[in-house]
């Protein structure tokens, strides 16, 4: 099979003028909830995780005492 010239200009065309394949609905609504989440202010516990081990070594020096 013979192949023409002008065949090989329009399939080079169509292959550069191809769009970019889209982003699936489920991947763009999983960036956007990305987005969104970070955003948004960080939450924060009502005392710091190391005041936990503070508290507890503090309790422990005291049964020591006792």
Same mark, same amino acid.
């Given at each position: 099979?013979? +192949?023409?010239e002008h065949e090989?200009?329009? !399939?080079?065309?169509a292959? +550069?003028a191809?769009?970019p394949p889209?982003?699936?609905p489920? $991947?763009r609504w +999983? $960036?956007?909830?990305?987005?969104a *989440?970070? $955003?948004r202010p960080?939450?924060? *516990?009502?005392?710091p995780?190391?005041?936990d081990? !503070? #508290?507890?070594?503090?309790m422990?020096? $005291?049964m #020591?005492? !006792?």
């Open positions: 099979m013979l +192949i023409t090989v200009k329009l !399939l080079t065309a292959a +550069i191809a769009a889209r982003p699936r489920f $991947a +999983i $960036a956007a909830r990305r987005a *989440r970070a $955003a960080q939450r924060r *516990r009502g005392t995780v190391h005041y081990f !503070l #508290e507890h070594a503090a422990a020096r $005291a #020591e005492r !006792l």
